[in-house]
């Protein structure tokens, strides 16, 4: 038997190693468990309770997986935002989900190495072409459901400018070719009035598409009254459109917009690339509808409309 300096034995030098081996095996293990539970940083653009509907929505349908979740929501402060960011790319999460288009962008821009999905953003754009959920619906989902909700009107009109909306001019014109809908060309705010009187001869209601150079947002209210008084029904586009004297909105359901992106999160932690997730469109519609506008104007409302809608002004 052998006997070694320290005085052990062959058997006894053996023991020791092993010892140390298993010893270093235990610490070791914790950490391949701690790195192999994702982590996902949930960034909200603002604290608006619009987003709650959609982060509950991504929070259920990720409530089966073992990923880890925290919730941060971007301050106004731009430096302060920074920080946040900043804090959260050190600690690199295994994705970050961003709600809403200043969260989305703020963290693409920042983090590049730690995945982002975005998530309830109206209109992404080219810096947001891939690995996200949009709010946009198509013109044929808003007249699906104005016709639906609003049973006295048969033709929904439009104003748009083609110079800045050309994406909508072929879906726009085929509705018209069906019957469905009345187009009205604008090139600025001034060519509004004279519009809104061709919409009213030709169509029940108006669909409100956003345009700057059309519908300047401090004129909007104006422009909302004008076309009560005139008797055109205004469709927004959400339920602030609601609040401000639409009689109806029609929007991508933001639940539905948590639960895609919950899918879509499934896939990058599974290993697929944010890169090869393509932006996904809304599968289900909210509604918003202000009856007391409604009642003015003599417009019949669905009841099967309103109590399925996500927001009623009575």
Known sequence: MRVNSLGETTVARKSRVWTGVLFGLLLIVPSFVSAGAARIVVVRSSALSVYDDGVRGFQDAMAGSNASMSMETLPEDS????????????????????????????????????????CMVIDPGEDLSYGGISMELSLADYVDGIRRSLPGVK????????????????????????????????????????????????????????????????AFGAFLNQAIQKGVPVVGLSPSFVKAGAVAAFFADFRNNGELAAQAAS??????????????????????????????????????AVKNAIDVVR
Request: net charge positive; glycine share 6%.
């Open 155 to 218: 033709k929904v009109g439009l104003i748009f400018n083609p110079a800045r909306s050309s994406s909508l001019t072929q879906e726009a014109k085929a509705l018209e070719s069906k019957g469905l809908m009345v187009t009205v060309t604008a090139t600025s705010a001034s060519e509004v009035d004279g519009a809104l009187d061709n919409v009213k001869r030709r169509a029940e209601c108006l669909l409100f598409m956003p345009d700057p150079a059309l519908f300047p947002p401090q």
């Open 267 to 304: 896939k990058v932690l599974g290993g697929e690339s944010v890169r090869n997730i393509p932006v996904q469109l809304p599968t289900k519609v909210g509604a918003s509808f202000n009856l007391a506008v409604a009642r003015h104007l003599n417009l019949a409302v669905d009841g099967d």
């Open 79 to 118: 430096s302060v935002a920074q920080a946040l960011l900043d804090r959260i790319d050190g600690e690199k999460p295994s994705l970050v989900v961003a709600f809403g288009a200043k969260a989305a962008r703020l963290a693409r821009a920042r983090f590049k190495s730690v995945p982002v999905l975005f």
